[in-house]
Structures are given as structure tokens and as C-alpha cells.
């Protein structure tokens, strides 16, 4: 990260420098989580949960230019825990699933801007990927992050991040060819 | 480099993360194998459709009011923790009291009173094991001291 959070962070304690770091990561917070758990309520309130945690342990932070991708991994925790407890479908086997079972998530359309039939139906089958994959996806296309900026925050590798990125897509093509394959 | 190479290399093309001399081993390999040829249209496509996706923004008035709910979120935490450490506090006092006095009671039968004396020998083992138990996982816990 850059100078600004260095010096947020300098006042670890206070309150208003703290503010100054939640209205700067609010809304990639917002969207990371509505990534994962696909609705607008959900997502408030986890990304408002993750802060809260951050707030609680910033003494564990030793790198003052880490705090995004440290923040990062408190909020994908969360929502990890979070899919993990709403997941139902998700731990069958691919071919055991119906296309009708896979647009029953509860990745609500209404998050989606601008609307139409394919945009809904990728949606929904965002919802339907893996943590990891769903993961990747997220930081790669709704936070229009680099490779790098991806690497960093889920420290890893450049190479990592494109064979994630790679069983992913993987993963969601196949999800789509379900789905098309019921109508 | 085998087809699975050139797969990684398809993302970071399809993604615009490609050195240009990468790029042009890349295009390639495109041109000689009709099997990452193939495949290599249907990620560009899939790529292309999930860009559109755009969330709907919230309304202006949640992010006003954003900073104001985690701030009433970590004052609240911290009155929870406050009023918790509180009530043990309290009833700890209120209830050693409460035994003192039926112990001091000459009107309370013996059974009484030696069953609530038991009573706590039990509470107090099983606090004792509890605790034991915790402090052993956590000075074993080989993850404590990992930060970030």
C-alpha cells in the first residue's frame, strides 16, 4: 500500500485515523463480499464485521504497508465462513446438480447492474463456484485487480494466481454448460 | 512446454498480463494446437460476458452512513465486554454471599448444606479441567505466534 495508510496506521488507536482507512476500503470491502455471498444485506454486514475485527486486532498488524491485504484476509475469512454455512449444492458432485438446483442460490439478481438473461445466469453461476475459485474470480474481474495486486493479497504467486485463475474460469464454464444444458 | 504451460499463459493473455515476447510464443502455440485454440475462444468469450457484470452501486446514503455503523458496532463490543466482565463480577460476589449465608443458616439441614458444598467441588473441578485443557492447547498451539 502507500504513504497514506503508513500514516493511518501510525495512530493505531485512534479512532478518526481508523475512519479514514474504513472510508478509503469501504466499498472494495462491499464488493468483495457481495462477490461471495451475492446479496446487498449479507454484504453490509460482513464487510461492517470485517472492519470491526480489524479494528479489534490492528495490533497484530507488523506491516503498516500491508494493511489492505491483511485486512483482506479477516474479511475472506469471514466470508468463507459465511458460504461454508449457507453451502448446500455446492459440496455435490457437478453432474449430481440440476441446472434448476443451480439457479436456486442466493445470488440475488438485483445486484447486478444493467440486467439481461447472460449476466444473470453467470451471476448466479459465480455463486455456485468454489471458495478458492469464486475467490479469484472476485479480485480479478469485480476488483479489476492485477495479477500482482492478486498475488499480494492472497500471498501467493504470480503463477499461482494464473492457475487459479485458469481452473476457475474452468470451473465456471462447466457450471454454464449445466445450466444451458437444463433449458 | 506442454499444453497445461500454455493454459496458465492463456489467462494472463486473455487478461492483458502477457510480456510481448510471451505473447508471441503464446499466439504461436494458438496457430499449431487446435485443442488450446479452441478452448482459448471460449475463455475470451467467458472473459468478455463476466466483465459486463457491474454491481448496482448502494444508494449515497449508505456509505454516509457507513463509518457511523462500524463505529457504533466497536462502541457497543466494547459496552458488551464491559457489562460481561461486570456480571461475572456481580454474580460471583452475590452468589459467595449466598452460600455464605446458607452455610452460616442453623435453620438449613445438613444434606443442604453438604449437597451445595458438593455442588461447588464439582463446578470448581470441571472449571479447573476446562482451564487446564485450554492452557495446554494453547501452549502447544503452533499457529499462536503467526502474524501477518
Not at chain 1, 478509503?24 to 475485527?53: P, T, V
Not at chain 2, 458444598?117 to 485443557?133: D, H, P, Q
Request: a positive charge; one cysteine or more.
Amino acid at each position: 500500500m502507500n504513504g497514506t495508510d503508513n500514516q493511518i496506521l501510525q495512530a493505531r488507536s485512534s479512532a478518526a485515523m481508523f475512519e479514514t482507512c474504513v472510508m478509503k476500503y469501504m466499498k472494495d470491502s462491499y464488493r468483495i463480499a457481495l462477490g461471495f455471498c451475492g446479496n446487498h444485506q449479507d454484504a453490509l454486514e460482513l464487510s461492517q464485521e470485517a472492519f470491526l475485527k480489524a479494528y479489534r486486532s490492528i495490533r497484530h498488524l507488523q506491516n503498516n504497508d500491508k494493511f489492505f491485504p491483511w485486512f483482506y484476509q479477516i474479511l475472506r475469512n469471514l466470508c468463507f465462513d459465511y458460504m461454508r454455512k449457507k453451502k448446500t449444492q455446492a459440496a455435490q458432485p457437478l453432474d449430481e446438480i440440476t441446472s434448476e438446483k443451480l439457479m436456486q442460490n442466493n445470488f440475488d439478481p438485483e445486484a447486478i447492474a444493467e440486467r439481461n438473461e447472460t449476466k444473470e445466469i453467470i451471476w448466479k453461476a459465480i455463486g455456485q463456484l468454489d471458495e478458492k475459485h469464486r475467490e479469484i474470480i472476485i479480485l480479478r474481474h469485480f476488483l479489476n485487480q492485477s495479477y500482482e495486486q492478486i498475488a499480494k493479497n492472497l500471498f501467493c504467486s504470480k503463477g499461482t494466481v494464473m492457475s487459479r485463475l485458469y481452473y476457475g474460469r474452468r470451473q465456471l464454464k462447466e457450471i454454464l454448460s449445466t445450466m444451458k444444458g437444463g433449458h | 512446454m506442454t499444453c497445461q504451460d500454455y493454459k496458465n499463459l492463456m489467462m494472463a493473455y486473455i487478461d492483458g498480463e502477457l510480456e510481448a515476447e510471451a505473447k508471441k510464443t503464446f499466439e504461436e502455440h494458438l496457430q499449431s494446437c487446435k485443442e488450446c485454440s479452441d478452448e482459448f475462444k471460449e475463455f475470451k468469450q467467458l472473459k468478455q460476458h463476466t466483465d459486463e457484470i457491474k454491481f448496482t452501486e448502494p444508494e449515497e446514503r449508505i456509505w454516509e452512513q457507513y463509518w457511523q455503523n462500524v463505529y457504533n458496532r466497536t462502541e457497543r463490543a466494547t459496552g458488551w465486554i464491559l457489562f460481561s466482565i461486570a456480571s461475572i463480577l456481580l454474580l460471583a460476589y452475590g452468589g459467595f454471599k449466598a452460600i455464605e449465608a446458607i452455610i452460616r443458616d442453623p435453620s438449613v439441614g445438613l444434606i443442604l448444606k453438604a449437597a451445595l458444598l458438593i455442588l461447588i467441588a464439582g463446578a470448581a473441578v470441571l472449571f479447573v479441567s476446562v482451564l487446564r485443557e485450554r492452557i495446554y492447547f494453547w501452549k502447544n498451539d503452533r499457529y499462536k505466534d503467526v502474524r501477518r
